[in-house]
């Protein structure tokens, strides 16, 4: 496991987030980003989590909720990481795929795509 401070994992959460590119960037409605250090208990090894409603599911009635939520989980991220590359590649990809579910896209196809 390696070691990393929340706040230089927070960067590499943002430089990820700056890596999307604009056009898609721009498709992205009503989400907020966080970072935290662990998951849930009943899930202990999760990287990340979109938690919303997708832009493909949002119909007329989509107003005056609140911004769906992409959570990053810190720990579970630096155990299966042995050098700080490692921890960028799997930030951008956790990033990547959570940003995917925002947009309909499931797990298996994301698994197809290599952001499984």
């Known amino acids: 496991m390696?070691?990393?401070s929340r706040a230089d994992f927070e960067v590499l959460v943002s430089e990820a987030l700056?890596?999307?590119?604009?056009e898609l960037a721009a498709l992205i409605d009503n989400v907020a980003i966080f970072v935290e250090d662990e998951p849930?208990?009943?899930?202990?090894q999760l990287?990340?989590?979109?938690?919303?409603?997708?832009?493909?599911?949002?119909?007329h009635y989509y107003?005056?909720?609140?911004?769906?939520?992409?959570?990053?989980?810190?720990?579970?991220?630096?155990?299966?990481?042995?050098t700080v590359d490692d921890v960028v590649d799997e930030v951008n990809i956790t990033v990547?795929?959570?940003?995917a579910h925002h947009f309909g896209i499931d797990d298996a196809r994301l698994h197809e795509l290599g952001y499984g």
């Open 40 to 44: 849930p208990a009943s899930d202990p």
């Open 2 to 4: 390696i070691e990393m």
């Open 18 to 22: 700056d890596e999307v590119p604009p």
């Open 63 to 82: 107003g005056g909720v609140l911004p769906d939520r992409i959570t990053i989980y810190r720990n579970p991220t630096l155990a299966i990481c042995d």
């Open 96 to 99: 990547v795929h959570e940003i």
């Open 47 to 59: 990287l990340g989590i979109y938690e919303g409603i997708p832009l493909t599911e949002r119909g």
